[in-house]
C-alpha cells in the first residue's frame, strides 16, 4: 500500500513522530505541521520525503501551501488534557477552530483526498457509568473533551454535507516506544519507568486504585492505518483501546517487575485538577470487527518498552 502525499499534523509529538516512522516507507512524502510546543523536534526523522512546518496549524498560509498535495491527512496536533485546563481559549484555538479550519480547507483544497483520520480520545467518555464503554457514550465535563468531542462533530458535518472522507479514532492512554519524559505532560507510563531508572519513588496522584487502559503505541500505529485504508470505516468513529483496565497501582508495581527493582518504592500526592476520571475501559469490539487486532496486553507492551528505553541507554 502506498498513501502517496500525506500531512501529519502533531508529528512532533509521541503519537504524531511514531505515525511518521510508520509512514515513511509506505508514502511519497510527508508534511508535518507541529508548534513544538509539546514535541520534540529530534522526534521527527531527518528525510528528504519529510517537510515540516514549524508552526501551528491555524496558520492558513501553510494550509493552502500544503493542502492541495495531499491525499490523506492524520489530524493529531493538540493541545493536551492537563494545558487545556490551564488555559481554555488556547484549547479552542487549536483543538476546535483548528480542526474546524483544517476540514474545511481539506473540503475546499484538497480534491485528492482520501482519507481525513482523527484522533479523538477517551476523555469524552469522562468517568463513564458503562464499562466497557461503547462508542456511542459521551460525558464531557473538561475543556478538552469539550473541544476533541465537538471536532468529532465537524468532522460528522464536513463527512454529511461534503462527503468528506473521515474517521474518527478515540484514543485510550498510548503509551510505549517514543514518549519523551522531555515532554512535562507526557503519560503516567514514561514517568514511572523513569521514576524507576533514577532509584526514585513512583508518584501516584490519589490513592492509585483509579484504572486506566493502557494502549500499547504499535496497536495504536496499525489502527489509524486499518482505519485509513477501510472504505467501511468512512464516516465512523471507533475506540482504540486493550478492553482491559489497570489501576495505576498496578502499573506501578508491573513496571517495577520488569525493571528488576526488589520492591515498589511509591509515594502519594493530591489528584490532579483533571483526575475526574476513576475506571476507564474501552469497548474495543467495533474496531476489532473493521480487522484490527489488540497484540499487546500491559506486560508485553511494558516489556517492550522496557527494550526501547535500555536500547537508548547503551
Ligand atoms: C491520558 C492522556 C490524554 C488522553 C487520555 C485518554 C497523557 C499524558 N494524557 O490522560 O491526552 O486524552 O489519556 O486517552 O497521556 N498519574 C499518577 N502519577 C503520575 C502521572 C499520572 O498517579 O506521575 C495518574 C493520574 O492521576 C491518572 C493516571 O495516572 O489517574 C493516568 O494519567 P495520565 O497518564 O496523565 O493520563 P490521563 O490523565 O488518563
Redesign the pocket.
Known sequence: MNFGKILITGGAGFLGSQLVQKMLPLSDHIYIIDDLSTGNRSSIPKDSKITFYHDSITNEDILDEVLPKVDYIFHLACK??VLSYNNIRDDFETNLYGGLLLLQKSQSLSPKLKRFIYTS???VYGNATILPTPESYYNIKLP?SASKFSTEHYCHVYHHIYSLPVTILR???VYGPGQLISNP????VA?FFDSAKHGKPM????D?K?T?DFTYIDDALEAIVLAATQNKAIGQVYNVSTGKETS?IELAEEISGICGLEHVALQFGA??D??I?QR?CLDNNKLIDLGWKCTNDIHSGLTKTFAWLKRGET
Request: glycine residues 10%; proline residues 0%; hydrophobic residues 30%.
Open positions: 493536551n488534557l480520545t477517551a476523555s478538552y484514543l485510550s492512554n505532560y507526557c503519560g503516567v514517568k508518584t501516584i496522584f490519589g492509585g483509579q486506566r495505576v489528584k490532579r483533571v483526575d476520571v476507564r
